[in-house]
């Protein structure tokens, strides 16, 4: 029985997501090293070739300030974005990283200029480092490229269950301003019937799979 088929009679939206999370975790391991390294060169190129049309990312031309993205540091099976990172370096695109704090269930942003800047934290996550300079304001961001663990057509998006990304996403939301053009990279995989969808989770407005494009028009 496989993500979409599997029934979810009398559970609640939480164990719907935990059975949800331990399923896509174990399909998506079960690409060899050899598929993620080949599907996640495809993903980024398509990454690369979108770059410019996302909100705010242009840099030349009439551009008044220097494009942000927020983006992750890929752990284990996920998709390895790095390759959209080094080229906003190219670029003169701001590159901010996610520092967390677990105690205040938070995390705030960080310039990370090379991979200097890194170090492993908890769960053997790259993070920016202390010394590097922190995104103060968080409208600054352009464009969010964010982990999970599966999507929907419908723009769902499934985390890790730690709220992270949720409650980054909320500021937005409670301060009535617009929130960053969110974008998930995934692997075909990854696409699932649909995701449970809880009061504080956030949808995507893009999933680049290594074979296609999905939008909410699309």
């Not at 599907?39 to 705010?56: F, N, T, Y």
């Not at 790095?82 to 705030?108: D, F, G, N, S």
């Not at 009535?176 to 504080?200: H, L, S, T």
Request: aromatic share 10%; proline share 6%.
């Amino acid at each position: 029985m496989t993500i979409e088929e599997r029934p979810y009679i009398n559970m609640n939206i939480k164990e719907r997501k935990i059975e949800l999370r331990r399923q896509a975790e174990a399909r998506r391991a079960s690409l060899s090293a050899e598929e993620r390294a080949s599907k996640s060169a495809l993903i980024c190129d398509r990454l690369l070739e979108r770059l410019d049309a996302w909100p705010g990312m242009t840099t030349g031309g009439q551009a008044r300030r220097r494009p942000t993205l927020f983006t992750y540091m890929p752990i284990k099976t996920e998709v390895d974005v790095t390759p959209v990172m080094e080229a906003c370096w190219e670029r003169r695109i701001r590159v901010v990283v996610p520092r967390t704090y677990p105690e205040q269930k938070h995390l705030k942003l960080f310039e990370v200029r090379s991979y200097d800047d890194l170090e492993r934290r908890r769960w053997g996550i790259r993070e920016p480092k202390r010394h590097t300079a922190m995104l103060h304001d968080i409208r600054d961001v352009d464009v969010a490229l964010v982990p999970g663990l599966a999507f929907d057509l419908n723009m769902g998006r499934l985390g890790y269950g730690g709220g992270f990304y949720d409650r980054f996403m909320q500021q937005f939301v409670r301060a009535g301003w617009g929130k960053p053009y969110i974008v998930a990279a995934a692997f075909d995989i990854q696409i699932i019937r649909e995701v449970p969808m809880g009061m504080f989770d956030f949808r995507i407005d893009e999933i680049v799979t290594e074979s296609r494009m999905i939008s909410p028009s699309s």
